[in-house]
């Protein structure tokens, strides 16, 4: 594509942004619409502990979106041309913020305290993975040698460890 595919990546990047939040609105809508499938409307345990578990998950998923947005800097929205490779938090795994990002929709569910909820985010992961795979094969075309060799030294979604 050229250099026309930089600007088009931004404008990929909103549109996926633009249809989380309409899925955050639905998550919401969820609540006051319930679909009738037979689940029951709330979690069987009391709200404090859905609470505490979305906290629990809410920490790590959003530190590791968070690091990733800032060690990412501009090229979080707008990727570049001219872009080289991570450091930060990219030293040690490629694709922090998918990490972060595929997780975070448990702790809404579970701030909903809704049994559909929690076990429609576990459709995320697959997404996210397919999401990141998707990029490797555009990195490998953009980067060539670098980004292969980046990625034997990095690891996917977990840190490689060391050779020694």
Not at 12 to 38: D, K, Q, V
Request: hydrophobic content about 45%; aromatic content about 20%; glycine content about 6%.
């Amino acid at each position: 594509m050229g250099d026309n595919a930089y600007p088009k990546c931004k404008t990929y990047r909103l549109i996926a942004g633009s249809f989380e939040g309409i899925t955050i609105f639905n998550y919401i809508l969820y609540i006051f619409y319930p679909l009738p499938l037979g689940l029951p409307l709330f979690l069987p345990w009391d709200y404090l502990f859905s609470f505490i578990i979305a906290s629990v998950i809410i920490i790590p998923s959003g530190y590791l979106m968070v690091k990733g947005m800032r060690d990412a800097g501009e090229e979080t929205l707008e990727p570049k041309k001219e872009h080289t490779l991570y450091t930060g938090i990219y030293d040690k795994i490629r694709h922090p913020q998918a990490i972060g990002e595929a997780v975070l929709w448990f702790p809404f569910a579970f701030w909903f305290n809704s049994p559909f909820l929690v076990l429609y985010s576990f459709i995320w992961i697959p997404i996210f993975y397919i999401m990141c795979w998707a990029e490797e094969r555009d990195l490998i075309v953009r980067y060539g040698q670098p980004y292969l060799d980046y990625r034997d030294r990095v690891g996917f979604l977990i840190p490689k460890r060391k050779k020694e």
